[in-house]
């Protein structure tokens, strides 16, 4: 069988001798060691860039966590009020 690449590390390996497998919407994946398996499962989408991504609701800078905009409890438009109110005092 021909070579496969191991897309957490990028090295070529043998699909027969392969530490590990791991199969996503019928494609499968193989890995040089578990610590490369491990690494695919937290976060598939790092690696490959065919499976859907999914942002979360937040960002994280340094030791800060604040709601991304437009999410619930961001401050965002949801707290706007309609039109029609900034009309009248």
Known sequence: M????????????DPNTAA??????????????DLCLKAFQAEPARYDETLEKHEPPYTKTGPLVAPKF?????????NEPIPEMHDHP
């Open 70 to 78: 437009g999410a619930a409890g961001s401050g965002g438009l949801e």
């Open 20 to 33: 590990g497998q791991l199969t996503i919407e019928s494609r499968v994946y193989y890995f040089c060691s």
């Open 2 to 13: 021909e070579k496969v690449q191991d897309l957490v590390c990028g090295m070529m390996i």
